[in-house]
């Protein structure tokens, strides 16, 4: 694709160009290099993609069970396929390393592989005489048009944390994926298309603001499952909640780390800096303040300090490289104004990325792994998303007061602790009060098969991505109760 290109939106199987005025340059965030343009589009074609959407929902939803997960194999099978391609577009359009481009796309495929056994997972459940001759059984019906609403930070994972659902359930899908780096997703609904999925079944409209709103008030769209940032996430539960959508909408994020005296501090390490740094910090999931606990505070500190120093910076395609740039110089930005004002109140800058540079990349937007110390629940540094490679660390005199500190914090997406005691765990298990909980893990990423989301301020709605939460929310449970 041309640099100038806009890209087009997916409208009942075909390619179709916006009709928006503005469009929004999609570059390479470590070269600055404009890959394409993605359009704003309004009200008008999400209506001509959800219409699309309309038409194509009986047809699909009497299409058998086991066929709609026949196209989801092949559909499996073509990404696996072209895995290597799409993982080296993902890196340009994103900037994360290869490696990582690898296991997001993996991870995406693995939803795809689960939604594939849709005709047991989607079965209902019976009871003969629930009074004398009155049976009673329920089936999962589809519901009609969803749309799915993702960010930047996982663009080919988090749609496909969603669609492959609603469309193995017999839904129909409006997608508006993030107008970062919508790229690499328009090659997968290439594949999907090969793969056999039917006009109309999985539409694509590309924009922002405009057509958020257009998505969550339009009448014949039944449900919304969004991820993004806590705000745009509250927001849009609001909304679409007015007009009685579902709604299942994922936020941001502020993960805390607890390392007891007892921890194996070697493998304690190596999943604090996965964490904290790994997609350059730009991870719901990212650790984001390390609690050393009593006299694990000073090892776990040195250790780490040692082995952020020695990441390598640099394009995510180049070999031996571990963290590649930031989004955006707007994101950048926002970065570096958290690690000035956290100085500025008193924490202490053991190590600064704001000036790191790759010499070869002059235009990338780079911040290197940075550490502060004596970071505190009130200060925006401790209590706020970050989303960069930025670690900050306190100390706590117990796994009790260290639970207090996490408890300050509005955001309730994932929290670890790395410890020996199997009595330590199973009390930070019962206690910990946040949704994904790790023990001797950093990055706590529930597989397609179990349930993905926070709680708190990282959570609006109930029933979250993947797992079988996402055949709940995708269906409707009919109850059928019978005499003859
Ligand atoms: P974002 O909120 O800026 O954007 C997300 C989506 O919402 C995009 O499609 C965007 O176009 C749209 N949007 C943005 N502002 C809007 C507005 N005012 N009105 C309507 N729509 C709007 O998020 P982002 O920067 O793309 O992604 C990063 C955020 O996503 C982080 O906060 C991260 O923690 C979060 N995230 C959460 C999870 C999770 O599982 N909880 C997973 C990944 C990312």
Redesign the pocket.
């Known amino acids: 694709m041309s640099s100038n290109a806009t890209i087009p939106n997916f409208i009942a199987g075909n390619w179709v160009r916006s009709a928006a005025a503005d469009a929004l340059p999609i570059s390479d965030p470590a070269t600055g290099e404009c890959l394409g343009h993605t359009p704003l589009s309004g009200r008008a074609e999400v209506d001509a993609a959800v219409q699309a959407a309309v038409r194509a929902f009986p047809g699909w939803r009497a299409t058998p069970a086991v066929e709609r997960a026949r196209v989801l194999f092949h559909l499996k099978a073509l990404l696996e396929q072209h895995q290597d391609d799409l993982a080296r577009s993902l890196t340009r359009e994103h900037g994360k390393v290869l490696a990582e481009s690898h296991g997001e796309i993996q991870r995406g495929i693995e939803n795809v592989e689960h939604a594939c056994g849709i005709p047991s997972l989607m079965m209902g459940d019976t009871l003969e005489d629930i009074a004398r001759g009155i049976d009673c059984e329920t089936v999962r019906q589809p519901l009609g048009v969803f749309a799915v609403?993702?960010?930047?930070?996982?663009p080919v994972m988090?749609p496909l944390w969603f669609w492959p659902y609603a469309v193995a359930t017999g839904n129909t899908v409006v997608v508006?994926?993030?107008?970062?780096d919508p790229l690499t997703h328009q090659r997968i609904v290439d594949l999907a298309t090969e793969a056999g999925l039917p006009p109309g079944v999985l539409n694509v409209v590309h924009?922002?603001?405009d057509?958020?709103?257009a998505i969550l008030e339009h009448p014949d769209i039944k449900g919304v499952s969004?991820?993004?940032?806590?705000?745009?996430?509250r927001?849009?539960y609001a909304t679409a909640a007015e007009s009685g959508k579902r709604v299942q909408a994922?936020?941001?994020?502020k993960n805390h780390m607890i390392v007891l005296p007892d921890a194996d501090l070697d493998a304690t390490t190596d999943a604090v800096v996965s964490s904290v740094y790994g997609s350059t910090g730009?991870?719901?999931l990212a650790g984001s303040v390390i609690l050393g606990v009593g006299e694990a505070y000073r090892p776990i500190k040195e250790r780490l300090l040692e082995r952020a120093a020695a990441l390598r910076l640099g394009h995510g395609l180049d070999h031996g490289v571990d963290m590649g740039p930031v989004i955006s110089a707007k994101h950048r930005e926002r970065v570096t104004r958290f690690i000035g004002q956290g100085e500025r109140e008193g924490a202490a800058l053991l190590l600064d990325g704001r000036s790191a540079r790759v010499p070869r990349y002059p235009e990338g937007h780079w911040v290197g792994p940075t550490v502060l110390e004596h970071v505190t629940p009130d200060m925006p540094v401790g209590r706020e998303?970050i989303?960069g490679p930025v670690a900050g660390l306190a100390r706590a005199a117990s796994l009790d007061q260290a639970l207090d500190l996490v408890h300050r914090n509005q955001y309730g997406?994932a929290i670890s602790l790395f410890t020996t005691s199997g009595r330590a765990a199973r009390e930070f298990r019962y206690r910990a009060g946040i949704s994904m909980i790790g023990i001797n893990l950093g990055v706590v990423a529930p597989m397609a098969f179990f349930p993905?989301?926070?709680s708190r301020g990282?959570?609006y709605g109930d029933l979250k991505?993947q797992g079988r939460d996402a055949i709940a929310f995708y269906t409707d449970q009919r109850v059928i109760i019978s005499r003859w």
């Open positions: 609403i993702t960010p930047y930070n996982f988090i508006k994926p993030s107008e970062q924009g922002s603001r057509a958020v709103t969004f991820v993004g940032s806590s705000q745009t996430a927001l849009v994922l936020g941001g994020a730009q991870r719901c998303e989303f997406n993905f989301g926070g990282s959570f991505a």
